[in-house]
């Protein structure tokens, strides 16, 4: 039996990564937790943190689904490094956030982040513990911004990496383009410490080859070259401070697309799409068909103002100075289609009050917001994951807008596995 591969759980949420990766009570969520999962991870240690709440209601649902043990509800930047435990894997969906660099500390590696204090902690942990893996998620705007400088957050992000020893791959995924039952498109990042086997073996090979093909990423969701073009290369230049202040100023467009590999500091970025031809989860699959409480259905007098907020507009509006200004948005597909995956969730969810975001799907008994359960399902928890006392259901709507879609952390996690546990046997041998 391999080696568990410890793992630690950051910026945790109400446990997404770690269903993921372990699987819920033995089962698999690519299966509706219905076939065992052979889980090659183990969660050793986890963080969550909300500092703009008082009651840590994700947290609360964290230790009701998997334990106290182990797992710690306090500011990940006042916890000192020691206290965390070894691991090999290092696992996390970071909050975005202004990402640049003021100065870098005297005779120290460590770095000064404007607002990103919450990447620079994932920097200090995994520089004094020399995680060997790690595999995180965030926004795909991340890749273009800020606006003024496209791409430099991300640049920052690379090198900071690169002068630790990693080489790093990242995607951005449509989860819905690859069967899953939401449209949510987020970047998945892994990087590989220079002394594992799997850095070697990027070394061994063609960034182009990597990334469509033997890489984590290609091995759990298949993609092609959308335009056939040349893979672009090139090379981060200066510290993490110089690429603060220059990097790609004054240019309209950004440098990275939306799939791409960075080894030794240099980078090799091409544009992929989705190479999948099994089936799709839609709408119409996770609605629930009974028993829905009214509270979620539309009565009829509100119903006009849904229809207005989800409707096109063009109109003149006055705001409070007193100024009239032209006011346009497009229209939004009022109801949700059942026939199609869901579109993105968002954390204003829940809650009555109509809104122009909210989903809303039209069933025999009438039109109607979606349940928490069938949020859940979008993400691909399991159903009544995040039900506990004094937790309401906006509040739950709130956690699913907040989380990632677990079926694409379970492919990716295969793959990671696979892979580490080949390189392991070939070293043995």
């Known amino acids: 039996m391999a080696k568990k ?8 949420g109400v446990g997404g990564f770690r269903l993921g990766l372990e699987g819920w009570e033995g089962k698999s969520a690519t299966s509706g937790y219905k076939e065992k999962i052979s889980s090659d991870f183990e969660v050793v240690w986890s963080n969550q943190w909300e500092p703009s709440t008082k009651t840590q209601h994700a947290s609360l649902v964290y230790e009701n689904r998997f334990g106290k043990d182990g797992h710690t509800n306090l500011d990940i930047a ?6 965390i435990p070894e691991h090999d894997l290092l696992v996390g969906g970071f909050p975005c956030q202004d990402y640049s660099v003021a100065t870098t500390l005297k005779n120290s590696k460590g770095l000064i982040g404007k607002k990103g204090v919450l990447w620079w ?3 200090k942990i995994i520089s004094h513990k020399h995680t060997k893996y790690l595999f995180l998620e965030n926004v795909d705007r991340l890749l273009i911004s800020p606006s003024g400088q496209r791409g430099r957050d991300f640049a920052i992000i690379l090198q900071s990496l690169n002068e630790l020893g990693y080489a790093v791959e990242w995607r951005v995924v449509n989860a819905a383009e690859f069967g899953f039952p939401q449209r949510r498109r987020r970047i998945f990042i892994i990087a590989y410490l220079k002394d594992t086997p799997i850095y070697q073996s990027i070394k061994k090979t063609t960034e182009e080859n990597w990334i469509l093909n ?8 298949p993609a ?3 335009s056939q073009l040349p893979i672009k290369h090139f090379e981060l230049k200066g510290n993490m401070v110089e690429i603060s202040e220059n990097f790609n100023k004054k240019e309209i467009d950004g440098v990275f697309e939306n799939s791409g590999l960075m080894i030794g500091g240099k980078v090799s970025t091409l544009k992929t799409q989705a190479n999948y ?3 799709y989860t839609l709408m119409k699959d996770i609605v629930l068909k009974n028993n829905i409480d009214p509270v979620f259905y539309i009565k009829d007098e509100d119903f ?3 229809q207005y907020l989800k409707g096109a507009k063009k109109e003149q509006r006055t705001n409070n100075q007193g100024f009239t200004y032209n006011y346009s948005e497009g229209g939004m597909v009022f109801p949700d289609p059942l026939d199609k995956p869901s579109r993105t969730i968002i954390t204003g969810e829940g809650g009555k009050s109509a809104s122009r975001f909210k989903h809303v799907i039209q069933t025999a008994n009438g039109y109607r917001r979606l349940t928490p359960v069938e949020l859940e399902r979008l993400n691909m928890f399991p159903d009544d994951h995040t039900k506990i006392d004094d937790v309401s259901d906006s509040k739950r709507a709130f956690f699913m807008g907040n989380a990632l879609v677990v079926g694409v952390i379970e492919k990716i996690g295969i793959a990671l596995a696979n892979k580490i546990n080949k390189n392991q046997q070939e070293v043995k041998h």
């Open 224 to 226: 092609t070259n959308v």
């Open 277 to 279: 031809e099994g089936n």
């Open 304 to 306: 006009d103002k849904w």
């Open 121 to 123: 902690s994932i920097h």
């Open 5 to 12: 591969i410890r793992t630690i759980e950051l910026f945790a």
């Open 78 to 83: 006042t916890i000192e490094v020691a206290e």
């Open 214 to 221: 033997s890489g984590i990423l290609a091995q759990a969701l």
